[in-house]
């Protein structure tokens, strides 16, 4: 179905906004045109939905590049502890105990927090019910990267079945949904993937042409670890095990030397970055002006509620920006601009997804609207725009959300999936663990 949306403040990511401006998408979710003015009565009538947008901004939808959907329910259960010991004393425990139901409860909790703060497209990395994800994704309309997690501590027989599930995931919904659905082998880290495992999933990824998503280098504590029992530090031992032969996303790479960085560059490997996740977790701050000087491709994640809380991709924005600032005492380290393609244009890179992050013509309609009527976005002018974008928008501005031309969002609206009964369950789940423990 072609639509035409006018009376928006374009973002288009490539030039200066574009105000009072108008959009045109065809019957297969891609912009056709964009323009300034107003839309003559024969582009009108040539579509099949006209909608106002009464003077709100458009701008590509978010992208989030690592998150973990099945613990949503996890939120603030394990605050202020070291990521080892939350690992082990909170996250892992309590996920132990998950019902297929409550991985599809969780996940859909998150699905529904990022439509609703105008994430359009994520990356997952979970370890359980991951068929029931994708369906899930088909449902909510969404984009997604699914990665069944792995962890390779256990026996060679369990660490095949693991890649059999992860290659099996791949064969049934990769492409599916339109194509809005991609699949990725997600070893989840140098510390629980020995390197015997690591070289496994190098093989199936190459067997398949199929990329790599996984945490590395979170810690430096998890870097000096590493560096002891393999002689090794983790991106230098990676890619001697031939982990970043196909595309490859590490998530975190807080503690990367300037050597592996080079590698990291050489070998065209993107970084997630997780400001707020490090930032609360203690694991640090990844020196990311200088990964960005050197050319390497940095996109923006939340990781889970659990370590984050939100999935807000706007305050980590800020968050992206600020703390570098603050860090090196240089108001001039970080740009709005860059920042923002953080988390567009660059998470589409990350994810190997074309066509996607820009406002365009032929490039995806994955697109959000903001209404700028509200106090802490004034005042603005064209000038003023892609600064309130990263300094002040807030992801409750989000009212509308539109993915490949679909309308998810409307009015605040989310539109596939039933709001009242998700946070139902949320607080369900949180009364049936507390009768428990009781």
């Given at each position: 179905m072609s639509t035409l949306l006018h009376s928006v403040t374009i973002m288009t990511m490539t030039d200066d906004a574009i105000i009072n401006g108008y959009v045109i998408v065809d019957d297969n979710g891609y912009f056709k045109d964009i323009s300034s003015g107003v839309p003559t009565k024969e582009g009108m009538s040539s579509v099949d939905t006209v909608i106002d947008g009464k003077g709100k901004w458009l701008l590509p939808g978010l992208i989030n590049t690592h998150g973990h959907l099945g613990s949503t329910f996890l939120r603030g259960a394990g605050d202020d502890i070291p990521l080892m010991k939350w690992l082990q004393t909170v996250m892992w425990p309590a996920e132990s105990k998950f019902t297929k139901e409550t991985v599809q409860n969780a996940a859909s909790l998150a699905l529904l927090e990022m439509i609703k703060s105008g994430t359009t497209t994520f990356l997952d990395m979970y370890h359980l019910h991951m068929n029931q994800m994708a369906e899930l994704v088909?449902?909510?309309?969404?984009?997604a990267v699914l990665c069944r997690g792995m962890i390779g501590l256990c026996s060679e027989e369990e660490q095949k079945e693991k890649l059999l599930e992860s290659?099996?995931?791949?064969?049934?919904?990769?492409?599916?949904?339109?194509?809005?659905?991609?699949?990725?082998?997600?070893?989840?880290?140098?510390?629980?993937?020995?390197?015997?495992?690591?070289?496994?999933?190098?093989?199936?990824?190459?067997?398949?042409?199929?990329?790599?998503?996984?945490?590395?280098?979170?810690?430096?504590?998890?870097?000096?670890?590493?560096?002891?029992?393999?002689?090794?530090?983790?991106?230098?031992?990676?890619?001697?095990?031939?982990?970043?032969?196909?595309?490859?996303?590490?998530?975190?790479?807080?503690?990367?030397?300037?050597?592996?960085?080079?590698?990291?560059?050489?070998?065209?490997?993107?970084?997630?970055?997780?400001?707020?996740?490090?930032?609360?977790?203690?694991?640090?701050?990844?020196?990311?002006?200088?990964?960005?000087?050197?050319?390497?491709?940095?996109?923006?994640?939340?990781?889970?509620?659990?370590?984050?809380?939100?999935?807000?991709?706007?305050?980590?924005?800020?968050?992206?920006?600020?703390?570098?600032k603050g860090l090196y005492e240089d108001p001039t380290i970080t740009r709005a601009m860059d920042v923002v393609q953080m988390a567009t244009i660059n998470g589409a890179k990350a994810l190997r997804l074309n066509k996607l992050g820009m406002i365009q013509k032929g490039q995806l309609a994955d697109f959000i609207l903001i209404n700028p009527n509200v106090p802490h976005l004034q005042p603005w002018d064209n000038s003023r725009v892609l600064s309130h974008i990263v300094y002040s928008v807030k992801g409750t501005d989000v009212t509308d959300s539109f993915v490949q031309g679909i309308q998810i969002m409307k009015d605040r609206q989310v539109l596939t999936l039933d709001e009242e009964k998700i946070m139902h369950e949320a607080n369900n789940y949180l009364k049936l663990t507390d009768t428990a423990s009781s």
């Amino acid at each position: 179905m072609s639509t035409l949306l006018h009376s928006v403040t374009i973002m288009t990511m490539t030039d200066d906004a574009i105000i009072n401006g108008y959009v045109i998408v065809d019957d297969n979710g891609y912009f056709k045109d964009i323009s300034s003015g107003v839309p003559t009565k024969e582009g009108m009538s040539s579509v099949d939905t006209v909608i106002d947008g009464k003077g709100k901004w458009l701008l590509p939808g978010l992208i989030n590049t690592h998150g973990h959907l099945g613990s949503t329910f996890l939120r603030g259960a394990g605050d202020d502890i070291p990521l080892m010991k939350w690992l082990q004393t909170v996250m892992w425990p309590a996920e132990s105990k998950f019902t297929k139901e409550t991985v599809q409860n969780a996940a859909s909790l998150a699905l529904l927090e990022m439509i609703k703060s105008g994430t359009t497209t994520f990356l997952d990395m979970y370890h359980l019910h991951m068929n029931q994800m994708a369906e899930l994704v088909i449902n909510s309309k969404m984009r997604a990267v699914l990665c069944r997690g792995m962890i390779g501590l256990c026996s060679e027989e369990e660490q095949k079945e693991k890649l059999l599930e992860s290659v099996q995931l791949y064969h049934d919904y990769h492409g599916a949904n339109d194509n809005k659905i991609t699949v990725a082998l997600s070893p989840h880290a140098p510390y629980t993937c020995p390197p015997k495992f690591l070289e496994m999933v190098v093989d199936k990824a190459i067997e398949h042409n199929m990329w790599i998503h996984t945490h590395l280098s979170e810690t430096n504590d998890e870097v000096v670890k590493h560096e002891e029992k393999y002689g090794l530090p983790p991106v230098e031992h990676l890619n001697k095990i031939g982990l970043f032969q196909n595309h490859c996303l590490i998530a975190h790479g807080v503690h990367v030397s300037e050597n592996e960085q080079e590698i990291l560059l050489e070998k065209n490997v993107s970084v997630s970055h997780n400001p707020m996740s490090n930032l609360k977790l203690g694991s640090g701050i990844a020196p990311i002006p200088i990964m960005m000087k050197k050319g390497i491709n940095i996109s923006l994640g939340t990781d889970s509620t659990a370590s984050n809380n939100n999935l807000d991709l706007f305050e980590e924005m800020r968050f992206a920006s600020l703390i570098q600032k603050g860090l090196y005492e240089d108001p001039t380290i970080t740009r709005a601009m860059d920042v923002v393609q953080m988390a567009t244009i660059n998470g589409a890179k990350a994810l190997r997804l074309n066509k996607l992050g820009m406002i365009q013509k032929g490039q995806l309609a994955d697109f959000i609207l903001i209404n700028p009527n509200v106090p802490h976005l004034q005042p603005w002018d064209n000038s003023r725009v892609l600064s309130h974008i990263v300094y002040s928008v807030k992801g409750t501005d989000v009212t509308d959300s539109f993915v490949q031309g679909i309308q998810i969002m409307k009015d605040r609206q989310v539109l596939t999936l039933d709001e009242e009964k998700i946070m139902h369950e949320a607080n369900n789940y949180l009364k049936l663990t507390d009768t428990a423990s009781s």
